[in-house]
């Protein structure tokens, strides 16, 4: 392939960590930058800092490749990066402050046309509003912006890192093309190439769609039960159509993109984007929803001491130990809320970190006791093996336990 560009990926979280391996991987010569210390003190020190199929592998291939961890700004023709870009919590306007401080830092060391690519999810026209501000006030008239917005899925990063179409938006079709060309030494998909505004916009609207979508089936889960039909059943069925597909019904959305991406449209469109606002909040209604229908649960199986009644799962979803805005996470803030107590027992076999009060760290400690269990993360663990729940009362929030007299559904 012969391939050596010099890239500095800033930012080495779950999207500029496995970004910057693949790149490495396929002959780019990389530099990863992390302003957190000790994350890259456990990189130099050979481990990945959070679980994923096949990203031990990858790593394994990038250093034996030459991948080079650091917490400085390089000298390179390209940076891309890879920050976080929160919301403001008021306003629901992006925070773009991450992405603002990376591009300043890069602006220090870039040399004469280096090439910025943005990968963090912005809202459109961040970049025209925030970035290109920066870059003016420097006076540099040589650097080139970019934006490629990522699109995997944790749990799938590493192969859909490969094999996913891709977006490239840049001012002018060379610096395009040479975007494309670096991201197609591992991504052996289309990348479409566009202007830098519909490509923050496409990356914002692909993740408004599946939060739209999973808001439609939390609302047929809420119309299910009270109308006193089966919700999974009327999905499975209407899904039978050819022009249908309805997502499953949970406990909420969590994770750092579809609970936040579509607030952007929301803060930047608040007299327009009332179909996309109102999703989220129906999402967001579902923890605070699960906790009401635990206690009905309680009540129809006499359960009456909530210390007997405990949480599986802290992820925001199954086999990633991700916990970022996690339903879980919203639900015990409810519960603090409606002065709760006891702290609840809680485990996640994903989650070895302490994260909250009553959490325990292994099956036997969580279950002993346990009259009834709140199943909040389909982890495979459960999904191959619900037996492990024994007979305990179970509110199977993910639909993924099967039938039985003792399983409760949403
Ligand atoms: N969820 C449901 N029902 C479903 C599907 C998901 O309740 O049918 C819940 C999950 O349990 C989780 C949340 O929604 O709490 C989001 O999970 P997800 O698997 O749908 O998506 P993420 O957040 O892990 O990754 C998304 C992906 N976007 C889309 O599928 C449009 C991914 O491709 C993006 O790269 C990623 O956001 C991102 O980083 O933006």
Excluded at 144 to 164: D, F, S
Excluded at 178 to 194: D, G, P
Excluded at 389 to 394: A, Q, Y
Aim: overall charge negative; aromatic content about 6%; charged content about 25%.
């Amino acid at each position: 392939m012969g391939f050596v560009v010099m890239v500095n990926v800033i930012g080495l979280g779950y999207i500029g960590l496995p970004t910057a391996l693949m790149m490495a991987s396929h002959g780019v010569a990389v530099v990863g930058t992390d302003c957190e210390p000790t994350l890259i003190e456990t990189l130099r020190a050979g481990r990945t800092t959070f679980k994923e199929e096949g990203l031990d592998e990858l790593f394994a291939a990038a250093v034996k490749e030459g991948i080079v961890f650091t917490t400085e700004y390089q000298v390179c023709d390209t940076y891309i990066i890879s920050v976080p870009t929160p919301y403001e919590k008021l306003s629901k306007q992006i925070d773009p402050s991450y992405v603002v401080a990376a591009v300043k830092s890069v602006l220090e060391v870039a040399p004469n046309a280096a090439t910025l690519v943005i990968e963090s999810t912005v809202s459109p026209n961040t970049i025209d509003r925030f970035v290109r501000p920066v870059v003016a006030e420097t006076g540099r008239t040589d650097v080139h912006l970019a934006h490629a917005p990522e699109r995997i899925i944790p749990g799938n990063m590493v192969y859909e890192l490969k094999h996913n179409n891709r977006t490239v938006g840049a001012d002018d079709s060379e610096v395009a093309e040479r975007v494309k060309e670096l991201y197609a030494s591992f991504c052996q998909a289309e990348i479409s190439i566009t202007d830098i505004r519909t490509a923050e916009m496409t990356k914002v609207v692909e993740n408004t769609f599946r939060d739209i979508n999973i808001a439609f089936a939390n609302e047929l889960t809420k119309i299910c039960r009270v109308g006193g039909m089966d919700v999974h059943e009327v999905i499975r069925i209407a899904n039978k159509h050819p022009r249908v597909n309805i997502l499953n019904p949970g406990p909420g959305v969590g994770g750092h993109c579809i609970s936040i991406d579509p607030w952007f449209l929301v803060g930047d469109y608040p007299e327009t984007a009332n179909f996309i606002r109102l999703a989220r909040h129906t999402n967001d209604s579902m923890p605070e929803w699960v906790l009401g229908r635990a206690f009905d649960v309680m009540r129809e199986c006499h359960i009456t001491d909530s210390n007997r009644v405990g949480i599986y799962g802290i992820t925001y979803k199954e086999d990633v130990d991700d916990v970022r805005e996690s339903p879980t996470l919203q639900m015990l803030a409810s519960m603090e809320r409606h002065l709760v107590a006891d702290p609840c027992r809680v485990y996640d076999p994903w989650v070895e970190r302490d994260i909250v009060p009553g959490q325990v760290h292994t099956m036997e400690e969580f279950l002993d006791g346990l009259e009834m269990v709140i199943v909040m993360v389909g982890h495979s663990q459960i999904k191959s093996h619900p037996e492990l729940f024994g007979n305990r009362v179970l509110l199977d929030t993910r639909n993924v336990l099967g039938d039985g007299p003792n399983i409760y559904k949403l």
